[in-house]
C-alpha cells in the first residue's frame, strides 16, 4: 500500500503563489508517474499536472500550462506543484496521486491512477 499526504494549500488572493507537496509513504514510489488532479466546487475532478518517474517528462493541463509546475524529489518521496499567478478558477481540491505501473507516460484520466490522496483545498479570492 501506499500513502499520499498532500499539504500547502490555503486562502489567497488573485495573483499569489502558492506551493503544494505531496508526500509518499509506504512502498517505493521512485519509478512511477505522480500526478495532481482537482475537483472544484460542483465539478469533475480534472487532471491539472503530471510527472513520469525520473522527471523526463512532464503534462499541464492546458488551464494552468504556463502558471503551474510540478516537480518530484525520488529521494525524499514528494512530488511538489508550483502554482503562480492564481486566478479564481484554481479554486479547488488539490489531489496527488500515483499509477501502480511502470509507464513513461503522464494519462490524464483519474481512472488510470491507483492511489490517491485526501486531498487540500486552495481556496483563490478576486
Known amino acids: 500500500q501506499v500513502q499520499l499526504v498532500e499539504s500547502g494549500g490555503g486562502l489567497v488572493q488573485a495573483g499569489d503563489s502558492l506551493r503544494l507537496s505531496c508526500a509518499a509513504s509506504?512502498?517505493?514510489?521512485?519509478?512511477?508517474?505522480m500526478a495532481w488532479f482537482r475537483q472544484p466546487p460542483g465539478k469533475e475532478r480534472e487532471f491539472v499536472a503530471g510527472?513520469?518517474?525520473?522527471?523526463?517528462?512532464?503534462d499541464y493541463a492546458d488551464a494552468v500550462r504556463g502558471r503551474f509546475t510540478v516537480s518530484r524529489d525520488n529521494a525524499k518521496s514528494m512530488m511538489y506543484l508550483q502554482m503562480n499567478s492564481l486566478i479564481p478558477e484554481d479554486t479547488a481540491v488539490y489531489y496527488c496521486?500515483?499509477?501502480?505501473?511502470?509507464?513513461?507516460?503522464?494519462?490524464?484520466?483519474?481512472?488510470?491512477?491507483?492511489?490517491w490522496g485526501q486531498g487540500t483545498q486552495v481556496t483563490v479570492s478576486a
Open positions: 496521486t500515483l499509477q501502480w505501473k511502470l509507464i513513461v507516460t503522464v494519462p490524464i484520466q483519474p481512472n488510470e491512477y491507483d492511489y
Open positions: 510527472i513520469t518517474w525520473n522527471g523526463g517528462r512532464t
Open positions: 509506504g512502498r517505493t514510489v521512485s519509478t512511477f508517474t
